[in-house]
């Protein structure tokens, strides 16, 4: 079994900052990649960033430039630095691991933490 716990969403102002971390747990081998998406009511889910475990990094057009994605191996944990936020930036963020368990490629996806960025 394998947890993802995020952290870090939340208000914040137009032109303001947040962090969002994302800790997995359990019996994890090895994660290859690690990912951020979001989703706002009646939309589909869209890839924000992600990385792989080279640390290769992949960024939707939105968010490039203000948005930085990284990973702590060590910890089994990912963030989302989010700088300049817009009001468009607001949605709800999931994190996204794509992990090694018990021999066996598998995905995850975590519960999800509210942006809200205030014009």
């Known amino acids: 079994q394998v947890q993802l716990v995020e952290s870090g969403g939340g208000l914040v102002q137009a032109g303001g900052s947040l962090r969002l971390s994302c800790a997995a747990s359990?019996?994890?081998?090895?994660?290859?990649?690690m990912a951020w998406y979001r989703q706002a009511p009646g939309k589909q889910r869209e890839l924000v960033a992600s990385?792989?475990?080279?640390?290769?990094?992949n960024y939707a057009d939105s968010v490039k430039g203000r948005f930085t994605i990284s990973r702590d191996n060590a910890k089994n944990t990912v963030y989302l630095q989010m700088n300049s936020l817009k009001p468009e930036d607001t949605d709800v963020y999931y994190c996204y691991i794509n992990c090694v368990v018990r021999g066996t490629s598998r995905n995850y996806w975590g519960q999800g933490t509210q942006v809200t960025v205030s014009s």
């Open positions: 990385i792989t475990s080279g640390g290769s990094t």
């Open positions: 359990g019996s994890i081998f090895s994660i290859n990649t």
